[in-house]
């Protein structure tokens, strides 16, 4: 049933015309590398802005938890900034703290309405999460929470290569 809700995508996350796209953020939430410094640059100033509101307010941003903001000129309404856990062998509670990412991200977005969400591969990059144990924890999560919960109704994920297409094409059945 939650199948035809998960759609797959090779591209740019920052050019997704989408309710919401998912930022694989850092705790200090103001931008860095890969994908987060892409949406920050791609969205301007407007979501810096508000990412140094949310740390005058809270402090940065904990592995695992999630915040949102404007899209700023992005073609999304929202961004919502995830930190994803940085891999240490798996011994860490590596998989609860990513699977956490995608959670928290998908109930910030229901607080908020938002029917269609875009998410990268987060924790994969410079984190250095194997590519494979990260999409299984992405596939598994966003299909049991979609399982349970009418919103969001679209979950897209958004890969930037070729071996996470492959990877997430094999677990999605496609």
């Known amino acids: 049933m939650n199948q035809n809700r998960i759609n797959l995508l090779k591209g740019d996350i920052t ?20 994908v987060d410094g892409a949406i920050h640059r791609a969205g301007g100033p407007a979501i810096l802005e508000e990412c140094k509101q949310i740390r005058a307010r809270q402090g940065g941003c904990p592995t695992g938890e999630a915040v949102i903001t404007t899209g700023g000129d992005l073609p999304a309404q929202y961004v919502i900034h995830t930190v994803g856990p940085v891999w240490n062998g798996g011994h860490k509670n590596e998989p609860k703290l990513l699977a956490n990412c995608y959670r928290n991200s998908l109930l910030l977005a229901q607080q908020h309405k938002v029917k269609i969400i875009a998410f990268p591969n987060i924790s994969t990059g410079v984190y250095g999460y194997p590519k494979d144990k990260a999409a299984q924890v992405a596939v598994q999560t966003v299909q049991e929470f979609l399982q349970e919960n009418k919103l969001p109704e679209q979950v897209t994920f958004v890969v930037f290569d070729e071996e996470n297409l492959r990877l997430y094409e094999q677990l999605l059945g496609e």
């Open 15 to 34: 050019k997704v015309t989408t309710d919401a796209i998912v930022n694989a953020a850092n705790s200090s939430l103001l931008g860095g590398g890969g």
